[in-house]
């Protein structure tokens, strides 16, 4: 089981980015796939998960109506939409899967993780 998360980089405030999150050695239909996010000094937080039942959204505030989160089953992957970035979501994302498929907004519930991709908003 191994999740690539991918699509981070430098982008200015107001700019957006799509993260992707590509799993091998499952499928998507049996696997509750989440976003975390952890900034520099501060705990990992949730985002969102998607799994067969629908979509699940731990967003902050200051996260709603930014951040999507969307999967396509034929490419094995889970997306994460970041629109309006902010200097506050910079940050290492993380992609993490849990078996059987119910999403939780809690870290310890998930047993898979990817390595992370850094987010830097930042004009």
């Known amino acids: 089981v191994q999740l690539q998360a991918s699509g981070g980089g430098l982008v200015q405030p107001g700019g957006s980015l799509r993260l992707s999150c590509a799993a091998s050695?499952?499928?998507?239909?049996?696997?509750?796939i989440a976003w975390f996010r952890q900034a520099p000094g501060k705990e990992r937080e949730g985002i969102s998960c998607v799994s067969i039942s629908g979509v699940y959204n731990y967003v902050s505030e200051s996260m709603k109506g930014r951040f999507t989160i969307s999967r396509d089953n034929s490419e094995n992957t889970v997306y994460l939409q970041m629109n309006s970035l902010e200097r506050e979501d910079t940050a290492v994302y993380y992609c993490?899967?849990?078996?059987?498929?119910?999403?939780?907004?809690?870290?310890?519930?998930?047993?898979?993780w990817g390595q992370g991709t850094l987010v830097t908003v930042s004009s």
């Open positions: 050695g499952f499928t998507l239909d049996y696997t509750a």
């Open positions: 993490t899967a849990r078996q059987p498929a119910r999403c939780s907004q809690h870290m310890e519930h998930y047993s898979y």
